[in-house]
């Protein structure tokens, strides 16, 4: 049996990310003293796809999806190792773009109420059009300058159970 279903969505995904332990490496190799910078992203907008299931004799049910979102992409910073930089916000993104999501994954029966899942999901997003970076600056002032891209690309595997009771 073989079901194509379109679908249709609104996504939101945040990213937290810390750098400490830096190195710097112009004029010489040195650790960056207490590095603790900071960079949250939210990417979010409206979706559409198309996910294919394809049934084998009841005992396998295998998946397959495809995604293209358009996302809005913000982004603040923290960049704590240069004095001239405001704190705790350095600088902010702003930018428009679109990604890509393939998911496959197989389903296997393995008893009446046992089934092992496996899937494989890939995701490469750009935020690219309409970019803007604003740095801000210890002395009060600001100045906005094109951001070229954005790039967010992740590859997951996941392995995994049902139990139906």
Request: glycine fraction near 8%.
């Given at each position: ?13 945040a990213q937290n990310l810390k750098i400490v332990d830096g190195l710097q490496t ?30 084998f004799n009841h005992q396998s049910k295998l998946e397959v999806g495809i995604e ?97 009771f």
């Amino acid at each position: 049996m073989i079901g194509l279903r379109p679908q249709l969505g609104v996504s939101y995904h945040a990213q937290n990310l810390k750098i400490v332990d830096g190195l710097q490496t112009i004029p010489t190799l040195q650790l960056i003293p207490e590095l603790d910078s900071s960079y949250r992203t939210e990417w979010f907008g409206p979706w559409v796809g198309l996910n294919g299931t394809l049934l084998f004799n009841h005992q396998s049910k295998l998946e397959v999806g495809i995604e293209y979102h358009y996302t809005f992409y913000n982004a603040t910073a923290n960049w704590n190792a240069r004095p001239d930089f405001m704190h705790p916000k350095s600088f902010t993104h702003q930018a428009e773009g679109g990604g890509i999501v393939y998911r496959i994954k197989n389903q296997i029966k393995l008893s009446k109420v046992l089934k092992l899942n496996l899937s494989l999901n890939y995701k490469d997003w750009r935020a690219n059009k309409k970019g803007i970076d604003k740095v801000f600056f210890s002395t009060g002032s600001s100045k906005e300058t094109k951001l070229n891209s954005v790039n967010w690309s992740s590859l997951g595997i996941n392995v995994g159970f049902n139990y139906s009771f």
